[in-house]
């Protein structure tokens, strides 16, 4: 079965500084790999997803994520960040072969400092 | 832009009570999940549901869990006697459509059941 790391449970930046949020993925072949977002009080909101192809991802809010088969990790990035960036994120993980349920991290919850 | 909708967004109930929550998922998907979160845990798999019938279930899924989806729109999880520690988040997803399942899920914005 897969499972995924977010290595890091909290992660504080200032605002305008670059962020990187760490994942690592365990699955015995490529997988189908996303990052969510979760603002307080709200669901989850899909920022960018990997399924195939270039190993690069854009998604949404200015958010890129790259996956590194090598390492087995998708870490997501953002140049600089935003106030309103402050939130949970979770990084999951979908088998390609069989039943598809998306498996979640338990989650980075980033502080940004003015 | 289609969204997962889930109601209530917030349900308070006794312990040994039963709750259903509901959820309409995303029109043309064909796949349907839900997924709980404990207070400062992670997001957890509970089941998937396709074609009228359970898919997969965690083994947090037990029999007082039940699933169905009443009239081809709606998406319900019940709970039939509640306990404490069913207090959570839970999450409605959908996802596929047409051919294909392996597409990303959708979530809904969550009902949060606080069991007293």
């Known amino acids: 079965a897969q499972s995924v790391t977010q290595p890091d449970i909290h992660i504080t930046v200032s605002e305008g500084a670059s962020l990187e949020l760490r994942c690592n993925y365990s699955y015995g072949a490529t997988p189908y790999l996303f990052w969510y977002v979760q603002s307080p009080g709200q669901g989850l909101q899909l920022l960018l997803k990997y399924f195939s192809g270039d190993t690069l991802v854009q998604g949404i809010k200015g958010f890129e994520a790259e996956f590194k088969r090598s390492q087995s990790s998708f870490n997501l990035r953002k140049p600089s960040v935003h106030w309103s960036d402050a939130a949970e994120y979770f990084c999951a993980v979908g088998a390609t072969g069989g039943s598809y349920i998306p498996t979640f991290g338990r989650g980075t919850s980033l502080i940004v400092h003015p | 832009e289609p969204e997962v909708t889930q109601t209530p967004s917030h349900q308070v109930t006794q312990m040994g009570q039963e709750v259903i929550l509901r959820c309409v998922p995303i029109s043309n998907h064909l796949y349907f999940y839900w997924y709980r979160q404990i207070l400062g845990q992670k997001v957890e798999f509970l089941v998937s549901f396709y074609n009228n019938e359970i898919s997969e279930k965690s083994e947090i899924f037990d029999d007082q869990f039940s699933v169905e989806r009443p009239d081809g729109s709606n998406f319900t999880l019940k709970i039939r006697s509640t306990k404490l520690e069913d207090s959570a988040m839970y999450f409605c997803?959908?996802?596929?459509?047409?051919?294909?399942?392996?597409?990303?899920?959708?979530f809904g914005q969550g009902t949060r059941l606080t069991v007293v």
């Open positions: 997803a959908s996802s596929g459509s047409g051919t294909t399942r392996n597409t990303e899920a959708f």
